[in-house]
């Protein structure tokens, strides 16, 4: 056991990040890992932190099949049935992978997981009861930091980029039902899938005001286990 200001920590975390496109989630994630970094640092304790994401297509089909959707210039909603499969069966060789490295110590940090799943899937149509059984026996994260920002506040950072708009950045009804879906996750994804991780983080603000948001959110989980 490690620990951060007097609280144990056990090594081998499963840390997701989510939200929508545009919240910021890949900053934050590297801005966590790094603060995750020097804590373990300091403690004089060897620093074993991986950064993945989803879908992943370096390990399977599935994840290029996945990433293809993304990328395609067609209607945020179509395709439904099909992205929710692929991205769950991704989930499952991806799941096998991150639980053989938590159980070896390594803290895993993912910008996405599930939660995108039901998400931008119940949007496009796949009910949630659906979407969970796809996803059924996979992973479960420790915790889910939900970067919360309004949908113009999205759009307008994935603007910022001045690149090609993907397939589910262009409809700013279809992310208002994204972002109304991720609200419903706290409370439906503990009977579904067991998972009670999320965290809701205010994305609006600094970089580095979220950052110490996240931060605060996880030494708390941290106190809770200790409880």
Known sequence: MEKFGGFAMAKGKFIVFEGLNGCGKSTQMKLFGNWLFEQKQSLGREALIVYTAEPNEGIDEYGKRGREILRSSESPRSKGDLAASLFAA?????????????????????SRYWHSNFAYQAAQGVSFDEIAELNRGCVVPDITFFIDVPVEWALSKIRGRGQKLKKFEREKEFLESVRKNYYLLSRTLPTLVGDESLVQINGVGSVDEVHMRIVKAYCDFLKSLEA
Not at 92 to 102: E, Y
């Open 90 to 110: 991704n989930r499952r060789t991806h799941g096998g992978l991150i639980s053989i490295l938590t159980g070896n110590g390594y803290d895993v940090l993912s």
